[in-house]
């Protein structure tokens, strides 16, 4: 049975930061997509980052740029988010997720969800 479970969560101050991390069971990790989604309380799940098999590409969102970054560990089954120069606008849900392809970029692409961990931002 998959499993993805999110760790790191937590509560910053603004320009502060967060490191953000997912164990992954039941799957073929190594294999596959994964990636990082939020979804702020009345507003719809977004797309952060994504890293693909190997990790040879990485995607991010816009407000990602410069300021997250995602990575990988084959070995042991984890995806890791560090994230710097938050900003209330960052609190939101954090949610790891696992593809069925080679590469994640989009929603359309998870299989697999992790049950969240909670980032928020004070100003």
């Known amino acids: 049975q998959a499993q993805l479970v999110e760790s790191g969560g937590g509560l910053a101050q603004a320009g502060g930061s967060l490191r953000l991390s997912c164990v992954a069971s039941?799957?073929?990790?190594?294999?596959?997509?994964v990636g990082w989604f939020r979804q702020a309380p009345g507003k719809e799940r977004e797309f952060v980052a994504g890293?693909?098999?190997?990790?040879?590409?990485?995607h991010y969102a816009d407000f990602a740029v410069g300021r997250f970054t995602i990575s990988r560990d084959d070995h042991n089954h984890t995806l890791a988010l560090q994230m710097s120069s938050l900003q209330p606008g960052d609190t939101a849900m954090y949610y790891c997720?696992?593809?069925?392809?080679?590469?994640?970029?989009?929603?359309?692409?998870?299989?697999?969800w992790g049950q969240g961990t909670q980032v928020t931002v004070s100003s």
């Open positions: 890293i693909s098999y190997m990790g040879t590409s990485k």
């Open positions: 997720a696992g593809s069925g392809t080679l590469d994640l970029q989009t929603a359309n692409e998870v299989l697999y």
């Open positions: 039941g799957i073929t990790f190594s294999t596959y997509g």
